[in-house]
């Protein structure tokens, strides 16, 4: 028998503070697609149930939109099982009326499904039920024991609150998978002799603080054993590369080298560079510029020039010049190096009547 742990869909995102409009909303459309994809997957795999371990949606007041297509995506697989639990950013499906039978939710008391030898247990938080979750999970010693919970894991003994799961009191609780959704990358790690905690992460990174493989875990019941796998499955993946460009000073060839180091990176994912490394006075570095090349590749660039200026104070000690006396001038400021070498760069482009960075 199959399973499908997801968690953190976050459908319905503003994603407006990192990508344009008309791509905020493609994007906003690409999470929906994603799920549905999984979806597919699922029945393809002739899964039993997907559980969903929290945040559905990204804010309690979700538009209609959304949350009706996210209803027609499960009716539209009427042979599979949804189990749904809400999260701290969205609000309980299970106050919600007129939903598909094969959408299953969870309540403030412990609600458990059952499959064949398997069962689901699950529990949404509230300031009310977290200090007592933990005495009320009996589970049946031999049956096969799935728990789902939405929150920061806490590895230490701690006085129970809302959004955190304490591992210690789950210890010994015939608990075979702990599903956990929260963190939005995957995560796995021993519970006790017995079973596993994991975050499956997010199915899509929406920001720059989400690189890295995104996906779902899949999971087999083979008679009392959980075998569980996980399996990238994000439409793009979010990159964050740093490029040291020490010593160049030709803009071309820090091109060059940036798009060297992104070679192997596909086509319409989501890249931040992070210029670094100390370059000369002279060097000509234009983020703006770079940002619009890696724009023509990829669904959402960002470049941020990170680097420092490599200056001996001695070599503008004695000349006559504007360019000197501002440099000194801010040597012997009390700015830190990374604001000396920013204002030093806009001051000497400046001076060279070029453009002046936004960034």
Not at 253 to 263: G, Q, S, Y
Not at 302 to 310: C, E, P, S
């Amino acid at each position: 028998m199959k399973f499908i742990h997801c968690a953190d869909l976050h459908l319905d995102s503003a994603l407006d503070s990192m990508l344009a409009k008309d791509k905020a909303r493609e994007r906003r459309r690409e999470l929906l697609d994603t799920f549905e994809r999984l979806a597919e997957r699922a029945r393809e795999e002739q899964v039993a149930a997907v559980l969903i371990a929290g945040d559905i949606f990204d804010e309690e007041k979700v538009t209609v939109s959304a949350k009706n297509h996210f209803l027609k995506i499960v009716a539209r697989y009427p042979e599979v099982d949804f189990l749904c639990l809400s999260g701290n950013h969205d609000r309980s499906l299970s106050k919600e009326g007129d939903l598909p039978a094969n959408l299953k939710t969870f309540g403030e008391k412990w609600t458990c499904y059952t499959y064949g030898e398997v069962d689901i247990y699950g529990i949404e938080q509230t300031e009310e039920n977290c200090a007592l979750l933990y005495d009320s999970l009996f589970t049946d010693k031999s049956k096969v024991n799935l728990v789902t919970l939405h929150g920061q894991i806490i590895e230490s003994r701690s006085t129970p609150a809302v959004d955190t799961v304490i591992l210690p009191m789950l210890k010994s609780k015939n608990i075979d998978y702990l599903a956990l959704g929260h963190i939005h990358s995957y995560r796995k790690g021993q519970l006790d002799d017995r079973g596993v905690f994991c975050y499956s992460g997010c199915l899509e990174g929406r920001g720059y603080d989400e690189t890295g493989k995104k996906g779902y875990v899949m999971l087999e019941i083979c008679g009392n054993t959980v075998r569980s796998t996980f399996v990238p499955f994000a439409k793009r993946e979010i990159h964050r590369v740093k490029v040291d460009v020490s010593g160049l000073e030709d803009g071309f060839d820090v091109e060059k080298k940036v798009f060297t180091h992104l070679a192997l990176l596909e086509n319409g994912d989501l890249v931040r560079v992070e210029l670094e490394g100390a370059v000369g006075s002279k060097a000509r570095i234009y983020p703006e510029d770079l940002e619009k090349k890696l724009k023509e590749r990829f669904f959402h660039a960002r470049v941020k020039n990170n680097t420092t200026l490599k200056i001996d104070p001695e070599e503008y000690r004695e000349e006559m010049s504007l360019k000197g006396a501002f440099i000194r001038k801010v040597l012997a400021s009390d700015l830190s190096k990374e604001d000396q070498a920013r204002v030093i760069r806009q001051g000497l482009r400046a001076l060279s009547g070029e453009e002046v960075e936004e960034h």
